[in-house]
């Protein structure tokens, strides 16, 4: 899933700004050497992972900052798999 941003930061730095691709879109992407080592610093930016994984290094960042607040972005093309993963998130931080 992290492909999908990612899809949507090259298209952008490459001066084509497009909407969110979908998942199947996002998968096609090949990005060239230089385009893998943007990538590859960004994503040590993002938080990419399954709810726990989420939730983990969420908490583990708003301990780091001392954070009062969290805003999170999901970067899904399809509203309804966008909404469910809000869902997800909402349901895991508040159990924390």
Same mark, same amino acid.
């Given at each position: 899933?992290?492909?999908? #941003?990612?899809?949507? &930061? /090259? $298209?952008? @730095?490459?001066?084509?700004?497009?909407?969110?691709?979908?998942?199947?879109?996002? +998968?096609?992407?090949?990005?060239?050497? #230089?385009?893998?080592? &943007? /990538? $590859?610093? @960004?994503?040590?930016?993002?938080?990419?992972?399954?709810?726990?994984?989420?939730? +983990?290094?969420?908490?583990?960042?708003?301990?780091?900052?001392?954070?009062?607040?969290?805003?999170?972005?999901?970067?899904?093309?399809?509203?309804?798999?966008?909404?469910?993963?809000?869902?997800?998130?909402?349901?895991?931080?508040?159990?924390?």
């Amino acid at each position: 899933m992290a492909r999908v #941003p990612a899809t949507a &930061l /090259l $298209h952008a @730095r490459q001066g084509r700004p497009s909407p969110l691709p979908t998942v199947p879109q996002a +998968a096609e992407m090949q990005p060239t050497g #230089p385009e893998q080592e &943007l /990538l $590859h610093r @960004r994503l040590t930016d993002w938080l990419v992972g399954d709810q726990q994984t989420a939730v +983990a290094r969420l908490c583990d960042l708003a301990t780091e900052l001392a954070a009062t607040e969290i805003c999170a972005v999901t970067s899904i093309a399809d509203p309804d798999e966008r909404a469910h993963s809000y869902r997800l998130l909402a349901a895991a931080a508040c159990s924390v």
